[in-house]
């Protein structure tokens, strides 16, 4: 079991994220007012925290969101997850893996910025099967 540590959007992509604390997850759409949302395969990115927290003591100077990543996980190795694996937030929200990690054909913002960047290798990618309502503190599992 894990828990949201942040809920992050932007108004566009490749850039750096806001931690809005709480947002809607939105059926085959993603996060609502995020430049990623839309209909197609990484609708919602997540994020470990033990691998932001890893990042800082490299000397890496980051704020939640840096990453571009929209969820901030705690106690979920997510990285290490299937494809098709789902992931449940509270009762109501259902996640699917679409994608480990990405390719980044050249530096965006956030590379620029922090000088790294660990999303394209550590970031996974959600499709929201069921929509609701998520907040930092929120239980988050894999569905067995």
Do not use: Y
């Not at 679409?98 to 910025?113: D, R």
């Amino acid at each position: 079991m894990g828990k949201i540590l942040a809920v992050c959007i932007s108004e566009k992509k490749g850039t750096q994220k806001i931690n809005i604390k709480e947002g809607i997850l939105i059926e085959n759409h993603g996060l609502k007012n995020d430049a990623h949302a839309g209909n197609w395969h990484r609708q919602v990115s997540l994020l470990s925290n033990e691998k932001i927290s890893d990042f800082i003591k490299r000397g890496g100077n980051v704020d939640q969101g840096d990453f571009g990543e929209n969820l901030i996980v705690e106690g979920i190795d997510l990285a290490k997850l299937p494809i098709g694996t789902k992931l449940k937030i509270n009762e109501d929200i259902l996640l699917e893996v679409t994608q480990i990690g990405k390719e980044c054909h050249s530096h965006c913002a956030i590379f620029h910025a922090v000088g790294d960047c660990i999303m394209p290798r550590e970031g996974i990618f959600t499709i929201v099967l069921k929509s609701g309502t998520v907040k930092v503190g929120d239980e988050i599992s894999v569905v067995k």
